[in-house]
């Protein structure tokens, strides 16, 4: 599946208090007809992320009043599925502690500005592809569990519940154990669920 195809009709919910940082977002996926919604605060981010359920969250972290560290850790404590959807912390900071932190809130990958519109575009397809996996196999934490990928076909997991790692390829995620809680609506469709609790390889 090519990249037009994965983010054809995706959902995107963009939350800046820079609106020329949104308008440029916005100009990046027009050509994939992906709908954004864009809101300018944490609050204005966290009602749309429940009325309106989008697929991917695109977030700058320096934000005023409430910054995007907090926002992450309430989407993650909402009750409904969509408080697992994939997130992307957009920061100005590129070190490791930056992107740690990231992580540890609830962020999905860290993005660093100013970005490339093609390495935006490459995040949020393999986010895509990546949301298929997203229960630990070891614990069954209904946290998003992998934090980066080496490659389209291979991702690196952890669990921020029991600290499990490893690196999988995408056909060998599913039987590790990894399915998907958060449905892409006919994106994911075919896909072969695995069982939870099968063993895990020890090799991608």
């Given at each position: 599946?090519?990249?037009?195809?994965?983010?054809?009709?995706?959902?995107?919910?963009?939350?800046?208090?820079?609106?020329?940082?949104?308008?440029?977002?916005?100009?990046?996926?027009?050509e994939?007809?992906?709908?954004?919604?864009?809101?300018?605060?944490?609050?204005?981010?966290?009602?749309?992320?429940?009325?309106?359920?989008?697929?991917?969250?695109i977030?700058?972290?320096?934000?005023?009043?409430?910054?995007?560290?907090?926002?992450?850790?309430?989407?993650?404590?909402?009750?409904?599925?969509?408080?697992?959807?994939?997130?992307?912390?957009?920061?100005?900071?590129?070190?490791?502690?930056?992107?740690a932190?990231?992580?540890?809130?609830?962020?999905?990958?860290?993005?660093?500005?100013?970005?490339?519109?093609?390495?935006?575009?490459?995040?949020?397809?393999?986010?895509?592809?990546?949301?298929?996996?997203?229960?630990?196999?070891?614990?069954?934490?209904?946290?998003?569990?992998?934090?980066?990928?080496?490659?389209?076909?291979k991702?690196?997991?952890?669990?921020?519940?029991?600290?499990?790692n490893?690196?999988?390829?995408?056909?060998?995620?599913?039987?590790?154990?990894?399915?998907?809680?958060?449905?892409?609506?006919?994106?994911?469709?075919?896909?072969?669920?695995?069982?939870?609790?099968?063993?895990?390889?020890?090799?991608?």
């Amino acid at each position: 599946m090519d990249t037009s195809q994965l983010l054809d009709g995706l959902r995107v919910l963009v939350v800046d208090d820079d609106t020329d940082n949104l308008d440029l977002i916005k100009v990046i996926f027009e050509e994939y007809n992906v709908q954004v919604t864009a809101v300018t605060s944490a609050g204005e981010a966290l009602e749309a992320i429940t009325q309106l359920k989008p697929n991917i969250l695109i977030s700058d972290v320096a934000m005023p009043d409430e910054d995007g560290y907090s926002l992450i850790q309430k989407v993650r404590n909402l009750a409904a599925a969509v408080s697992q959807i994939p997130a992307i912390a957009l920061t100005a900071h590129a070190s490791e502690e930056a992107g740690a932190l990231a992580l540890d809130a609830g962020f999905s990958i860290r993005l660093v500005k100013p970005f490339d519109p093609d390495d935006l575009i490459t995040v949020v397809s393999k986010l895509v592809l990546i949301a298929q996996y997203d229960l630990c196999p070891v614990c069954s934490n209904k946290q998003l569990s992998f934090i980066e990928w080496e490659s389209l076909n291979k991702i690196r997991f952890h669990c921020r519940t029991c600290k499990w790692n490893e690196s999988y390829g995408l056909d060998k995620a599913k039987v590790a154990g990894f399915i998907n809680r958060y449905h892409f609506k006919n994106k994911m469709d075919g896909l072969n669920k695995p069982i939870l609790g099968e063993p895990l390889k020890n090799n991608a």
